[in-house]
Structure formats: C-alpha cells, structure tokens
C-alpha cells in the first residue's frame, strides 16, 4: 500500500516472499495442532499412527468414520456435561450482562453519597486474581444454605457442593466487567439521560431504553470475554463438583483422557469440546478480536 | 406530564423540593440497581478474602467434627521455614573416606541426623549440595511447597520471554499489511479460544516420547543427532515443555494488544526516521520499540501475574511430577487446600500467592509512577 509505485522492486517482492514464507511456517505451527485434533478424531487408533509422519496427518483421508464420535458417547456422559457446560456458561454471561452493567450504570451515570468509595473498591477488587480466593470460597460455598426442590418438596440444602449454581452465581458479578461497562457507559454524553430524565424517564428506564441500545459493542465484549473464561473453566469445577450430573467438559474431558488410552476417541471428545467455541469464534471473528485488543488495553 | 408541568409552572419551592426528590430517587435506585453486582462482589470476593486471611491462622479443615482453634503462625512457619545444615562424610578408624560402590562418600542417614537435634523438629530435604568430603544440606518444613514457589519463578522467567517475543514477531508479521493478514492473524488466534485442558491433552500427545510429533520433527532437522527427549517424563525437560506449550497457547492475545499497540504509533514517525535515512532495523529499534515501551510493560506484567496462576496445564499433564519438578504455588494450593481438605494450610499458600501478585502490581504502579515524572 505505501509502496504501490516500488513494486517492480526486485528487493521488495523476494521480501515479501520472505514475509510470507514465516506467516505460513508460523500459521502452520499454530493451527497444526488443532486440525490434527480434528482429523485424528475421525480416523480408527492405528491409522492416528501411521498417518502421524506425514501430511495425511492433516488431511481426513483413509478410514474417515464417526466412530471414535460414537464410542465416546457410549463410554461417557459427555451429552450431560454439554448441557451442563451450557447452561453455567449462558446463565452466567446472561446474569453477569445484567448485573454488571446495572452496576456500572449505578456508579457511572447517576449520582449517590459513597458512590466513590465503592468505585474504589471495586477497583481495588481487581487485583485479587480468583486462584488466590478459590480455597477459602471453597470453604464458604460448602456452608452455605440453599433452598432445592427434590421429587416435588421444597428441602434446605446446607451446602452448595455438587450443584450448578455454585458454578453459576459466584462468577457472575465481576470486577473487570463492571470495569469496561463502566468506561463505556462514562463516555456516553450526558445530555441523553438529562433529556430522558426531564421527560419523567425513572433511572431503570434511562438504562433500559436509553444506555443499553447505545451499548453494543461493549456488551458484545463482555459477553465473549465471559463466555471464553466459563467455557473453559477448570479450577473450580474440579474442587466443588465431585458427580457426573453437573459436571461440565473441561472436568469432564479431563476424567476421559485419564481413564481411556484410545487417541481416537480423546480427540473426539477434544473435538467436541472445541469445536463449539471455534465457531462461535469464526463467526464473530472481527468482534472477538476488537474484543480480546480492547479488553487488553484497557486492562 | 411531568415535563409539562415543570416546565409550565416552576414555583421555585417546589423546584427545590424536585431537585431533593431527584437527588433521593438517584440515591435509592444507584444502589437498587447496584446492589446485585455489590451483593455478589462482597460476598464471592471480599468475604472468601478476609477469610482467607483469617483461616492462614487456624487449622480449620473442609469438613470436621472437631472444632477449628487458632494455630498462630504455625502455618506460615510449616509453608515458609528454612533452614540448612553440613554434614561430614563418613570416614573409617583410619580417618579414610568410606566410599559407596560409584565412589561417592557416604553420610549419616540425615532422617536420624534430623530426629536427634530437635530443633530441626518438622524439616526434611530439600536439596544437597556435596564437595568433596562434606555436604550441605538445605532444609524447609515444607519443600514441596519451596519447590513449587521455585518452579512457579522458573516458569514465569522463562515463558515471558517466549512468550512476549513471540507475541511482538506475529504482530508486526501481521501488521505489515499484506493480503491475507486477516486469515493469519486468525490463525495465530486460534489456540487462544482453546481450552488449556484440551491443548495440554493434545500436546501431552505431541510430546510423547516414542510417537510424538516434536521428537520426530526435532529429529529429522537434525538428522537424528537429537536424542529422543522424555519431555513430560524428565524432570530437567517437564517445565521447559509446558513453557513451550503455554507460551503457543497464549502469543495470539499478546499479538492484539501489542497490533494495538502498534497502530498508535504515528505514521509520522516513520516517514520522518525514512527521511533521515533509517532503514528498516533502525527504524524498528529507534521508533517501534519506544512507542511500544507502555504496551510492552502491560504485557509482560499481566503474563507474569498469569504465570504465577499456573495449574490446569501442571494438573492435566504432569499432575506435578516428575519428582516435583512441575508442581506451582497454585497446584499446592490446590492440593493442600483441596484434595487434602486442609483449609487452613490452603489459606495460607493462597495469602502469600496474593502478596507475591500485590508485590508485582505495586512494582508496576511504581514504576509508571516514576516515569510519569
């Protein structure tokens, strides 16, 4: 683009050659791994191997079948965890959208005595990386009560291990993510909520009809960045989820590799998990990125 | 309505008294609609913290019918305490050296040597350091845990690097502009939106010893001159290969935030460096590293706070071992506080984590505040 008028330049084209020579060795380094996953997946144990030295590793040729897709099913409850992974993952981007935003929309556009000072805790708050809370949580979530429903009666549980909503509600209010709700909503000029407000608009109708049409792409951000983190979430599942019933992939992926020698079918499974979040990346590409940068810089 | 009427008639009393009711309206929905997040932030943060700080000084366990009592300090004395001592080699009647069958001198069993001195009461070995006749040993209550924190130092120092290197080679790759840019830089993405579970299982594979790919790769662009390595079944290889596969997961989130980095230079800068004759190494060093100094910092602060989070790939490939030589400050956290349900001991690993993470952020707000001025 600079040099439209220099590419005749003999220098320039055999650099450029140059350049594209170690983006394609880099992208091939980078993707070799997870199109091997996938291709593996389809292949029978012995033909993983022999295809291994080769580019055939790459490619689904030979004995391509579901099979490996089918034995994984049969030997695990991995339609369960895939609904489980599901359900944490939508419920806490949806409830996490909601209730970070209303937060920052608090904080950011209407005016209340110790406003500053929860700004400062919040902000203070985002230093402690979960790793250093998750043993005393761990603690905390095993005493604490929670109302169930069981064959049609309401019971009192006394703890939170073994349940979805321990993997749900502690992730859902978050630091970071009242943080970029919060500058976005900051930068919005005034002038629209005053308009509203002057119209007899009440705060929650300011927010409803009036931030959250302007906000987008801030709420686009969160949600990727939300629904990346709980997809992928290991740590806490493991310690508070000992049964099969609300366990979601990771762990479960986990448990498969360490109970099945079959390359097959791990890469089967490891596709399954994978193949989900690739898509929803693939499509969304051009936001994820924005996403991912701006997130990045702002953190 | 209500426009029409405070716009038609504002008596200035009653304008007042709206401007109050706005302002008390404003004060109980900011904390009507902040409350949940509020709520939530005390109660999964705060709580679980001041916990943490509170139960580092007991030997409170997940689940126990004995009552918790406090302990003091007694936890962070088992987590941190270190002490060594020397040991002379054996020698016969006649004051020679006894020698072993590989012409090793030959020392006291150090168990005994430690059960008879009591004020080495709870230590064991950490590690040894022999010269020719005599040895020191280094002791700690835990050296499990001296271990790890060493393990976690040596990962941080060397993905960072890695890591951050390779990020900044993608995006200015990328950021040349050429066609195709987007597929590329969508490719180095890619493992970014993997789970580490699965990228640690898929590269567990890769690693193996007699069938993985990098074995046969690193083998046959040196004509076989490279032995085959044991990397997850050598305690010498086992970090350096989660490095490797860490720092491949990781590069394309760095790639952005320094692209990012990289489109705020102006273009001035370089058409100016072009008038004065750089060419393009100069320009690179004298332009792009300078106005990449902050994004640079940024990166490598937030991987170092990461690298000091270093577990899923330690849980899933080498569940700490060999000999230790993979277990982090996390992964004993987890293994104490978790597995072995002693919340207490976990509390206390999680709180020094905490003031290492602390320690590293204050650096960096030092820093930029020194170069603020």
Redesign the interface.
Known sequence: ??NTSAMVDPTLIYK?LL??A??LL??Y???F??I??IMSSFKPEQQI?TD??SLR?LLPVGDISLKNYISVFEKSAIETMFVNSMFITGATVLLGL???S??A???SR????G?KF?LAS?IA?L???F??????????V?HLPWIGWENGQIILENSWLNSLHVQI??M??N?FS?FLFYQFFRDIPKDFDEAA????A???QI?WKVIVPMSGPVFATVAILQF?NM??Q??WP??VVQGESVRPL??G??QF?GTTTE?GE??AY?SM??IP??VV??LF?KK??RS???A??K? | MMADSAFIQPPPATRVKKNDSLMRRQRFYGWLMGSPAFFGLILFIFVPFVMALILSFTDQRLLSPNPTEGVGLRNYDRLLAVSWLTQDAQRDEQSKLVLDEKGEPQFERLRKVLRQDPSYKGYSELSAITFSDSRVVLLAKDPIFIKSFINTIKFAFLVIPLQCGAALLLALLVNMGLKGTNFFRTAYFAPVVTSMVVVSIVWTFLYHKDIGLINEFLSSVSFGLIDKINWLGDPAWSMPAIVIMSAWQGAGYQMLIFLAGLQNISEDLYEAASLDGANSWQKFVNVTLPGLRNTTIFVIISTTIAAFGLFTQVDVMTSGGPADSTSTVMYHAVRKGFREQDIGYGSTISVVYFLVILAIAMGQKYYFDKREK
């Open positions: 683009m600079k450029r350049t594209y170690a983006l880099l992208a380094i980078f993707l791994p997870l091997f996953m191997f291994l030295f590793a909601l209730v970070n209303l937060a929309f608090s904080l209407l005016r209340w005595k406003q929860v919040i708050l230093i402690i990386p790793e250093a809370i998750s043993v005393p949580l761990l603690m905390l095993a509600l502690p859902v209010a630091t009242i407000a002057i119209d007899g009440t705060p929650w927010y990346l997809w992928n290991y740590l493991i310690m990771q762990p992926i986990q590799f390359w791990i890469m490891a998990v994978t979040v690739l990346f693939l590409q994820f990125v991912m940068a701006s990045g810089v953190g």
